[in-house]
C-alpha cells in the first residue's frame, strides 16, 4: 500500500498543508523542543545498541558544504534546524566526502569503502548484487526500510535500491509561482517539498512500527528557493544559501511530525551530504571537476533520542566512508566487513566522557575520475589525500603530466596557496601515499561490477540535474 500511496498524488494535499503551515508561520524560527527531551550522555549512548525501540532517519543533503552552515563558522545563518540539531547532539568538524561527483560519492558513503575499492567511478557503472549495503542489514534486524531519493545518480537503476522495501522518486507537485530555481543547468521538476510529503505520509503508515527512512534532498543542488528563505541576495553565492535555509525550513517540517507522533524520543538522526559546490575558489564553479575543500569539506551531524547538554564536536579527522560503520555501531547491528571506514563511536563517547580522542593519523582519501562521463576513455583520475592538517592534491592532466598540489587545511583564506615548492619532503610523503592508494585493487565485490546500457530517458534524466553525459 505505501509505494501505491508514494506514486499517486491525492495524499499528499494534506501532508502539504501542514508542512506548510509548520514552516510559514514560524518564518526561521526553528520549534525544536529540546528542552522537552531527556538529558543523555555517555552512558545513554552505549545503551542505544541495547534499545531495540530506536528508528533511523538518515537525511543527505545533496550539495551542501560545510562552511556555508552557522554551526561550522558561517556568517550568515543559513542553518537554523541543523545547529539546533547540532548543539545538542554532535557535530563533526572535519568531515571528507569521496568524491565530488554524487554517484562515486554516495557508493562510498553506503558501501563504507574508497572509489579505488568499489570501483564506481563512470556514469553507467552499477553496485553489484554481492555488495553489502546498510538497508539490508537494517532491514535483516527488522526495520520497515524506504528510500525516498531526487537524484537520478542514486536511482536503482544504478543499485542503490538494495535492501529498501521501498525506494523510489516522490511523485511531484507543481510547486507555487513564488518559488524560484536559479540553476541554469537544472532542468528536473519537482522539490524537496515532495520528499518531505512522501517522509511525512511513511511516518503516518508506519511509524508505530520500527523504521528506517533515507531522504535525499536535492534543492540546494538545484537553487531552489522561496520567499521566506529569500534572505541572503541574488548572486550565485547568494541563492544557494537561500537554498541552504529553504532546506532547513522543510526539515523544521519533517521534525515536526516526528515531535507531534511522540518520536524524538525514539529516533537517531544523521544529516550528511555527497559533496559541496565552488564558487570559484579554485577557478571554477560548481562540482564534480576537483578535489578541492569547497567541494569535499562536507557537514556530518548526529541526533540522538535525547538531549547532550552541551552538544559535542568531534575534531578528528573523519570521512563519508565512516558514516554507517558508526551508525550500525550505534544501533548494535552487524557491522560491515571488508570496508576502509570505521566506527566514531570511540570518538563520541571519550568526547561525550571529557576524555581525549583516540589517536588516529590515518590518511583520508577522495577520488574524482575526470572522465566519468565518458564510456571508453582511458581513466585520468585526480586524487585528493588529507592528512595532519594538510591536503595533497594529484592530478593528471590531458598533457599526460601530474600536477600535485599542497595546502594547509588550517588556512584561513580557503586552502589558496600551494605549499608543494616550498615542503618537499611533505608534499614527497603524501605523493607516496597517493600512489599507493591508486595502486589498490578493487574490493573482492567490486571485482562483479558491469557497466549498465542507458536508455535515451533514463540519460535525459540524468542531463536534466546538469551534468554532462553522452
Known amino acids: 500500500m505505501w509505494k501505491r500511496l508514494l506514486q499517486q498524488r491525492w495524499p499528499w494535499v494534506a501532508a502539504f498543508a501542514v508542512v506548510a503551515i509548520a514552516y510559514l508561520s514560524t518564518h526561521v524560527q526553528i520549534r525544536l523542543p529540546v528542552k522537552d527531551r531527556p538529558n543523555g550522555g555517555a552512558a545513554e549512548i552505549a545503551a542505544l545498541k541495547e ?56 557508493t562510498s558513503l553506503w558501501t563504507a569503502s574508497y572509489p579505488v575499492h568499489t570501483g564506481i567511478t563512470r556514469f553507467d557503472q552499477v553496485i553489484p548484487q554481492s555488495a553489502k549495503m546498510p538497508a539490508e542489514i537494517l532491514r535483516e534486524a527488522g526495520f520497515r526500510t524506504t528510500g525516498l531519493w531526487r537524484n537520478g545518480w542514486v536511482a536503482p537503476t544504478f543499485g542503490f535500491g538494495q535492501g529498501f522495501e521501498v525506494y523510489d522518486r516522490p511523485a511531484s507537485i507543481r510547486p507555487p509561482p513564488s518559488l524560484r530555481r536559479e540553476n541554469p543547468t537544472v532542468q528536473e521538476g519537482g522539490t524537496d517539498e515532495d520528499g518531505v510529503r512522501a517522509a511525512i505520509e511513511f511516518l503516518r503508515i508506519h511509524g508505530k512500527e520500527r523504521w528506517f527512512l533515507y531522504l535525499h534532498m536535492m534543492d540546494v543542488h538545484e537553487y531552489t528557493y522561496d520567499e521566506d528563505s529569500a534572505r541572503f541576495g541574488t548572486t550565485y553565492a547568494d ?59 562536507v557537514p556530518w551531524i548526529l541526533s540522538f533520542p535525547f538531549r547532550l547538554d552541551p552538544g559535542l564536536v568531534i575534531e578528528t579527522r573523519t570521512s563519508n566512508v565512516d558514516v554507517w560503520p558508526t551508525l550500525l555501531d ?125 536508455d535515451e530517458l533514463e540519460l535525459n534524466q540524468l542531463r536534466a540535474l546538469g551534468y554532462a553525459v553522452p
Open 51 to 106: 534499545r531495540k525501540d530506536v528508528n533511523l532517519l538518515f537525511v543527505l543533503i545533496d550539495t551542501l558544504r560545510a562552511d556555508h552552515l552557522s554551526g561550522y563558522g558561517y556568517a550568515r545563518p543559513t542553518s537554523p534546524l541543523l545547529d539546533a540539531l547540532a548543539s545538542h547532539g554532535v557535530r563533526f568538524a572535519h568531515q571528507l566526502s569521496q568524491s565530488s561527483w554524487t554517484k562515486c560519492s554516495m
Open 239 to 297: 541563492v544557494y544559501d537561500n537554498a541552504v535555509l529553504r532546506v532547513n525550513l522543510l526539515l523544521d517540517g519533517l521534525i515536526g511530525e516526528l515531535v507531534h507522533m511522540g518520536l524524538m524520543d525514539h529516533t537517531l538522526i544523521a544529516i550528511s551530504s555527497d559533496h559541496g559546490e565552488a564558487f570559484g575558489e579554485h577557478g571554477s564553479e560548481g562540482h564534480a571537476r576537483n578535489l578541492y575543500r569547497e567541494v569535499t569539506e
Open 330 to 454: 550505534l544501533l548494535g547491528l552487524q557491522a560491515q566487513q571488508g570496508v576502509d571506514g570505521r566506527s566514531r563511536v570511540p570518538e563520541i563517547l571519550a568526547a561525550a566522557r571529557g576524555e581525549a580522542p583516540p589517536a588516529d593519523g590515518r590518511p583520508a582519501y577522495a577520488h574524482l575520475d575526470q572522465r566519468w562521463g565518458q564510456r571508453d576513455a582511458d581513466p585520468a583520475p585526480t586524487v585528493a589525500v588529507v592528512q595532519d592538517g594538510f591536503r595533497y592534491v594529484q592530478t593528471d592532466t590531458e598533457k599526460g603530466t601530474t600536477r600535485e598540489e599542497l595546502f594547509d587545511t588550517r588556512d584561513a583564506n580557503g586552502e589558496r596557496h600551494d605549499l608543494s615548492a616550498e615542503q618537499p619532503e611533505r608534499t614527497a610523503r603524501l605523493r607516496e601515499l597517493a600512489q599507493s592508494y591508486r595502486a589498490m585493487k578493487p574490493a573482492p565485490w567490486a571485482t562483479e561490477t558491469k557497466s549498465l546500457e542507458l
